[in-house]
């Protein structure tokens, strides 16, 4: 463990142990490591949580969720190496009924 010297209220120093970084639990995988020009919000895993009171938290559908602040993405975070877009989930690739039994 690391040590950082912080001022103290009396012009002196104290030692902190350093943080761990706390392992990020809202993405399936590191933000930024997808396509670069997406976004959480154009993928098609996510998903959201609804409270009573009417309040949306968006979740990855990738990860398990705590109802916490926790597992909260933003729109906006940049995507992970498991964004997919409908196409590559197959909802795209749902046909018609008249492309499933042809045109008579």
């Not at 040590?3 to 030692?15: A, I, N, R, S």
């Not at 392992?23 to 396509?35: I, L, V």
């Not at 190496?81 to 409908?86: G, L, S």
Request: charged content about 20%; overall charge negative; glycine content about 10%.
């Amino acid at each position: 463990m690391t040590m950082e010297l912080h001022p103290d209220l009396f012009g002196g120093e104290t030692v902190i142990p350093k943080r761990q970084l706390i392992e990020d639990r809202a993405h399936a995988a590191a933000p930024g490591s997808g396509p670069e020009a997406e976004t959480c919000e154009t993928c098609n895993n996510l998903d959201h949580h609804r409270t009573r009171a009417g309040r949306i938290f968006y979740k990855c559908g990738l990860t398990s969720w705590t109802f916490g602040a926790a597992t909260d993405i933003h729109l906006g975070d940049p995507a992970c190496r498991f964004w997919q877009t409908a196409c590559q989930s197959g909802l795209a690739a749902v046909q018609t009924f008249e492309q499933i039994i042809g045109k008579r």
